[in-house]
T-cell receptor
Framework: DTGVSQDPRHKITKRGQNVTFRCDPISEHNRLYWYRQTLGQGPEFLTYFQNEAQLEKSRLLSDRFSAERPKGSFSTLEIQRTEQGDSAMYLC??????????FGPGTRLTVL | DQQVKQNSPSLSVQEGRISILNCDYTNSMFDYFLWYKKYPAEGPTFLISISSIKDKNEDGRFTVFLNKSAKHLSLHIVPSQPGDSAVYFCAASASGKLIFGTGTRLQVFP
């Protein structure tokens, strides 16, 4: 399977703990995006990379959130000092063209 | 400020009939529009897209129509099949990042 993969698929953590998610994009895709989806809403943009450069960050991405794409391949999204409001599905997408993004299965985070 | 709106949270259609899902947007700077389909516990799956310079794009059973003057797009699925039952999101592109609507749950019954 050569689609976008995300790990883990599910994460349960206690409030105040740090969590890190990984995304592996489709291999030839140079753009990588992170979105967050909560119940009843569409995905909301968090940040995106072109190769290893982080080009845009949403105001939703507080200083507790950090994303990296060190070699322009896989990416990690870290949330420090998790809060209950961080509970959501975290989606990663990648693209070659500027518009058509292909999504991974997501990581569902539950903060207790 | 919801820039992309899907005002119908759900739609129920009989198998074989046409499904029409609607989407409205407010930002005239959007230059590309996409439809995604989502099953529970999975990521969105890309269906079809349209550039703002076109008014129609067709791919098999799926056709997207864009009315720029009304800032409205629609997705037509014909004929509808039970496997089409899912949540459908429209999205608009602004400099690469996607702005999504809240989704429409389509149920296709036999």
């Amino acid at each position: 399977d050569t689609g976008v993969s995300q790990d883990p698929r599910h994460k349960i953590t206690k409030r105040g703990q740090n969590v890190t998610f990984r995304c592996d994009p489709i291999s030839e895709h140079n753009r990588l995006y992170w979105y967050r989806q909560t119940l009843g809403q569409g995905p909301e943009f968090l940040t995106y990379f072109q190769n290893e450069a982080q080009l845009e960050k949403s105001r939703l991405l507080s200083d507790r959130f950090s994303a990296e794409r060190p070699k322009g391949s896989f990416s990690t999204l870290e949330i420090q000092r998790t809060e209950q409001g961080d509970s959501a599905m975290y989606l990663c997408a990648s693209s070659l063209e500027i518009n058509e993004q292909f999504f991974g299965p997501g990581t569902r985070l539950t903060v207790l | 400020d919801q820039q992309v709106k899907q005002n119908s949270p759900s739609l129920s259609v009989q198998e074989g009939r046409i499904s029409i899902l609607n989407c409205d947007y407010t930002n005239s700077m959007f230059d590309y529009f996409l439809w995604y389909k989502k099953y529970p516990a999975e990521g969105p799956t890309f269906l079809i897209s349209i550039s703002s310079i076109k008014d129609k794009n067709e791919d098999g059973r799926f056709t997207v129509f864009l009315n720029k003057s009304a800032k409205h797009l629609s997705l037509h699925i014909v004929p509808s099949q039970p496997g089409d039952s899912a949540v459908y999101f429209c999205a608009a592109s602004a400099s690469g990042k996607l702005i999504f609507g809240t989704g429409t749950r389509l149920q296709v019954f036999p």
